[in-house]
């Protein structure tokens, strides 16, 4: 039974809506953040990324850069950027992007449903980012970027959401520089944010998508502020954090392809017949080669495409973690033939999400690397699966577009 409930919202005037909308902070490097928010003054990356608008020298996890954050965002609110709902209330977003639609519904998802696995994950988290964002939210005293849930369809949940839409006009309509169509709607009627709230309480479980670090980092600052407050209730604002939850079946997950180093010394032909042991190997019938079909990998060596299949035995089909695409291609090719074992700390690879196209991995391959993988995405209902086992998935198995955007709501904890 999950916990989902309205809040007032902080969020930006209509008029100013699409200024401040930003991708998330992670998505950008420093450097490219600075370029972005050149003439953007209300783009929320201000207060995100706030080390942005210090010298270049200042070191990204320094105490100042989260005082910026903080005094940006005051001055926002104290310029009327922002300005904060008078009653608590949900808020539909919808996505469009490509011709597929995504709906959600924003609001407060509990800390203990995260403590208790009522909120399930499926990666772990660095701690160094988790500590980042606990000072983030901390100074700001505010959850600015919301957390990407999906659920198990709810067939009362999507219909009554598809009548709010239908019977108003949206707060916010804009198409971002990156093609995405978002409209926004308030609800803010008790008898309806009650009813959904009570919807929700029939929905078994939540999945974090994509924000594990921002989710963990909004549970510890809750937890904090508990040990601050003994005497609290559990009705405070810090019990609860910024989220948008989306019926799986509206979500599509990209692919998330991997560009790598040959060992040094490691010759062609070698390299084919230590490929070979796993994978059954022929030149692709289509450049470039994207797999449509699990198990079945596309290669791009010495400027010519490859398809993989993996050898039947070399990993567990029963496994929800050993039979996913990126598993069985580290644990069988990545790790054994290019002699990579740990993917999260060494140079000799790197990941490319889905959304840069194949072309991308030519270059990578052509250029700084050697050989690229194009793999096939991983589905929700294997998010799902790993998570309800209690299980991790490899790192960079998931990329997720359209991603949510940050600044639209936040969500104060006082």
């Given at each position: 039974m999950a916990t989902f409930r309205p809040f007032r919202a902080v969020r930006p005037t209509a008029e100013l809506a699409d200024k401040v909308a930003a991708l998330p902070y992670d998505v950008y490097s420093g450097e490219e953040a600075?370029?972005?928010?050149?003439?953007?003054?209300?783009?929320?990356?201000?207060?995100?990324?706030?080390?942005?608008?210090?010298?270049?020298?200042?070191?990204?996890?320094?105490?100042?850069?989260?005082?910026?954050?903080?005094?940006?965002?005051r001055h926002m609110k104290a310029d009327g950027v922002f300005l904060q709902d008078d009653v608590p209330g949900f808020y539909i977003m919808e996505q469009t992007w490509h011709g597929r639609t995504q709906?959600?519904?924003?609001?407060?998802?509990s800390i203990d449903d995260y403590l208790n696995s009522v909120i399930k994950k499926h990666e772990n988290t660095l701690a160094a980012k988790e500590v980042d964002r606990i000072k983030h939210v901390s100074a700001c005293n505010a959850n600015t970027g919301p957390i990407f849930l999906t659920y198990r369809e709810n067939a009362d949940i999507t219909a009554l959401i598809k009548e709010l839409k239908a019977a108003n006009e949206p707060v916010y309509d804009f198409t971002t520089e990156d093609e995405v169509h978002t409209r926004c709607w308030v609800v803010c009627a008790p008898e309806v944010t009650g009813k959904l709230?009570?919807?929700?309480?029939?929905?078994?479980?939540?999945?974090?998508?994509?924000?594990?670090?921002?989710?963990?980092?909004a549970v510890r600052v809750g937890e904090n502020k508990r040990k601050e407050n003994p005497d609290y209730t559990g009705d405070e604002e810090f019990n609860y954090f910024l989220a948008v939850a989306f019926p799986s079946s509206d979500l599509e997950i990209m692919d998330y392809n991997r560009v790598a180093k040959v060992p040094e010394g490691k010759t062609k032909t070698e390299l084919f017949a230590?490929?070979?042991?796993?994978?059954y190997m022929d030149e692709a019938e289509t450049?470039?080669?994207?797999?449509?079909?699990?198990?079945?990998?596309?290669?791009?060596?010495?400027?010519?495409?490859?398809?993989?299949?993996?050898?039947?035995?070399?990993?567990?089909?029963?496994?929800?973690?050993?039979?996913?695409?990126?598993?069985?291609?580290?644990?069988?090719?990545?790790?054994?033939?290019?002699e990579i074992t740990d993917p999260r700390t060494d140079s000799r690879i790197d990941f490319v999400g889905g959304?840069?196209?194949?072309?991308?991995?030519?270059?990578?391959?052509?250029?700084?690397?050697?050989?690229?993988?194009?793999?096939h995405p991983t589905s929700i209902e294997q998010l799902m699966a790993i998570a309800d086992a209690g299980a991790l998935m490899p790192p960079k198995s998931t990329w997720f577009e359209p991603k949510l955007l940050s600044g639209l709501f936040i969500h104060e904890l006082d």
């Amino acid at each position: 039974m999950a916990t989902f409930r309205p809040f007032r919202a902080v969020r930006p005037t209509a008029e100013l809506a699409d200024k401040v909308a930003a991708l998330p902070y992670d998505v950008y490097s420093g450097e490219e953040a600075r370029k972005y928010v050149k003439d953007k003054p209300y783009s929320f990356l201000h207060v995100d990324k706030a080390e942005i608008d210090l010298p270049r020298s200042t070191y990204k996890y320094d105490d100042a850069v989260y005082e910026r954050a903080a005094s940006k965002l005051r001055h926002m609110k104290a310029d009327g950027v922002f300005l904060q709902d008078d009653v608590p209330g949900f808020y539909i977003m919808e996505q469009t992007w490509h011709g597929r639609t995504q709906t959600g519904l924003v609001g407060c998802a509990s800390i203990d449903d995260y403590l208790n696995s009522v909120i399930k994950k499926h990666e772990n988290t660095l701690a160094a980012k988790e500590v980042d964002r606990i000072k983030h939210v901390s100074a700001c005293n505010a959850n600015t970027g919301p957390i990407f849930l999906t659920y198990r369809e709810n067939a009362d949940i999507t219909a009554l959401i598809k009548e709010l839409k239908a019977a108003n006009e949206p707060v916010y309509d804009f198409t971002t520089e990156d093609e995405v169509h978002t409209r926004c709607w308030v609800v803010c009627a008790p008898e309806v944010t009650g009813k959904l709230s009570t919807l929700f309480q029939d929905v078994e479980s939540l999945y974090i998508a994509d924000g594990h670090h921002r989710c963990a980092s909004a549970v510890r600052v809750g937890e904090n502020k508990r040990k601050e407050n003994p005497d609290y209730t559990g009705d405070e604002e810090f019990n609860y954090f910024l989220a948008v939850a989306f019926p799986s079946s509206d979500l599509e997950i990209m692919d998330y392809n991997r560009v790598a180093k040959v060992p040094e010394g490691k010759t062609k032909t070698e390299l084919f017949a230590d490929i070979g042991i796993n994978f059954y190997m022929d030149e692709a019938e289509t450049s470039p080669f994207h797999p449509e079909r699990p198990w079945h990998i596309g290669m791009y060596f010495d400027r010519k495409w490859y398809r993989l299949i993996a050898r039947n035995g070399t990993f567990d089909k029963r496994d929800p973690v050993d039979s996913l695409d990126v598993s069985v291609l580290q644990n069988n090719l990545i790790s054994q033939v290019l002699e990579i074992t740990d993917p999260r700390t060494d140079s000799r690879i790197d990941f490319v999400g889905g959304i840069r196209g194949l072309k991308e991995l030519e270059r990578r391959a052509n250029s700084d690397m050697d050989i690229a993988f194009a793999m096939h995405p991983t589905s929700i209902e294997q998010l799902m699966a790993i998570a309800d086992a209690g299980a991790l998935m490899p790192p960079k198995s998931t990329w997720f577009e359209p991603k949510l955007l940050s600044g639209l709501f936040i969500h104060e904890l006082d």
